[in-house]
């Protein structure tokens, strides 16, 4: 076995995803730990999660015959912490405590680097970091102006794969990513199209809660002026609103299922409404890819598509027809999150990954 060993720790709601990776970037274990209802039951709050999750990786790498002192980088998902550039940044003390107090609001993805520094300090030598989460902010002070001081564009977005696959197709093309210009559109659950500009994000929809295309399950961009008046209507109470904007829009609203793959098979088997619907979907994000051009001032050296929708060969279609015009169109199919966050420590272990600090 290649020694030192990258640990890539991912928490999610109901799950914990670990991955072992080598320094050649191969992969050694993985494994996706399910949690029941059952099982979360006693937290009341996800932090003190963390112990419980911490012990049940430590076992499942002991089945893996993974020796855990051969682990020298454990990368855990970034949470909700402060806006902060792209990288990747060591666990301290200043990003622990915003972990633990959920800066931007408590998610399960919080619990990353919680973990990794606990498994890290019982490994001599060993380092903990989080890398690209997304509030990752990189944007331009332009891209920040709404339209009225009482709103503020801001930047969440799929930042790790976003920027994985950016540095990745950068690579195989022989360029470096801080020298080129690329709009990536990641196509998954939540839609995000980011401007980047020799390394930077200057510009992307907030993909969480209403910003950009509409996706499998949010509404993206809507008419704020209808919104207004349904919000006042007393139809619906704010935790209403929120769903449907967030969970219970975009496919799911219209064709009441969030699964792209199901639609493109009620699509390619003749109906018409999934087909309507569908392809509006791949016609706003094309109107998103078009409005990063313009960010970048017709500067571009690529367009890259990926996330799970993109394994979709008609929907890529639709959108390469209306944007190929702008620059070559890369297709990258799925979100490998443990490779992300493997990407990181390996380039750190390679002494090619800056590590930031946190404050």
């Given at each position: ?64 015959e993974i020796l855990i002192d ?101 690579k195989a093309q022989g360029n ?65 609103v929120k769903k449907m904007i ?114």
């Open positions: 076995m290649s020694k030192p060993l990258v640990l890539a720790v991912n928490p999610g709601s109901t799950s914990t995803k670990i991955a072992v990776f080598d320094i050649h970037s191969h992969k050694l274990f993985q494994k996706n730990i399910k949690h029941s209802a059952e099982d979360l039951a006693p937290f009341a709050t996800i932090t003190e999660q963390y112990e419980f999750r911490k012990n049940i990786i430590l076992k499942e790498l002991e089945i893996g051969d682990i020298s980088i454990i990368v855990g998902r970034g949470g909700l912490v402060k806006p902060i550039p792209s990288g990747m940044y060591e666990v301290n003390d200043a990003l622990k405590a915003d972990l633990l107090k959920g800066v931007l609001g408590q998610h399960a993805s919080n619990l990353g680097g919680l973990i990794a520094d606990d498994i890290a300090k019982s490994i001599e030598g060993a380092k903990a970091f989080i890398a690209d989460p997304v509030v990752v902010d990189e944007m331009c002070d332009l891209a920040r102006i709404s339209g009225h001081p009482e709103f503020q564009r801001i930047s969440i977005f799929h930042a790790l794969n976003q920027k994985a696959i950016a540095k990745t197709h950068a470096d990513y801080n020298e080129i210009n690329l709009i990536v559109a990641h196509l998954g659950g939540g839609i995000s199209v980011g401007a980047h500009l020799k390394g930077m994000v200057i510009d992307v929809n907030q993909a969480l809660d209403g910003d950009g295309p509409f996706s499998p399950e949010r509404t993206g961009s809507l008419p704020v002026g209808a919104v207004a008046k349904m919000c006042f209507s007393g139809k619906y109470t704010h935790d209403q967030t969970g219970q829009g975009g496919l799911v609203a219209y064709l009441d299922t969030n699964d792209a793959l199901e639609v493109e098979n009620r699509v390619k088997a003749g109906d018409e409404k999934a087909r309507l619907f569908y392809e509006a979907m791949a016609y706003q994000i094309s109107k998103e890819i078009g409005s990063c051009a313009a960010v970048l001032k017709g500067e571009v050296d690529g367009i890259l598509i990926t996330g799970g929708v993109a394994y979709d060969k008609m929907f890529v279609e639709w959108i390469k027809e209306r944007v190929a015009f702008i620059a070559p169109v890369f297709v990258y199919p799925g979100e490998d999150e443990m490779q992300a966050l493997a990407f990181n420590g390996i380039g750190f272990l390679k002494g090619e990954a800056e590590v930031k600090i946190y404050s």
